[in-house]
Nanobody
């Protein structure tokens, strides 16, 4: 299995970004996936997960602003981030079991 994340960038506070994690080696609908983030000097933290059945869970601080979903047609896991805050700035990673994608940087200017 390989994961390829993309979509990071620079955005003003209050703006939106969408990250995509393209999955190869497995049909995305069959797996449980997660997005993590790591800010400088901080530990990597779980931000959201989605099960093979589509059940989702979120870190409290992103509930109502961020959405994790699967795009079966693109075999991808999507991460829609709205109303971004400076504290959301981090390197974002997608994860499937022991496999990690390369991080994609999200920078939020205040």
């Amino acid at each position: 299995v390989q994961l390829q994340a993309s979509g990071g960038g620079l955005v003003q506070a209050g703006g939106s970004l969408r990250l995509a994690c393209v999955v190869s080696g497995i049909t995305v609908s069959r797996g449980t996936y997660a997005w993590y983030r790591q800010a400088p000097g901080r530990q990597r933290e779980l931000v959201a997960g989605i099960t093979h059945g589509g059940i989702t869970n979120y870190l409290d601080s992103v509930k109502g602003r961020f959405t994790i979903s699967k795009d079966n047609a693109q075999n991808s896991v999507l991460w829609q981030m709205n109303d971004l805050k400076p504290e959301d700035q981090a390197l974002y990673f997608c994860q499937y079991r022991s496999t990690w994608g390369r991080g994609t940087q999200v920078t939020v200017s205040s």
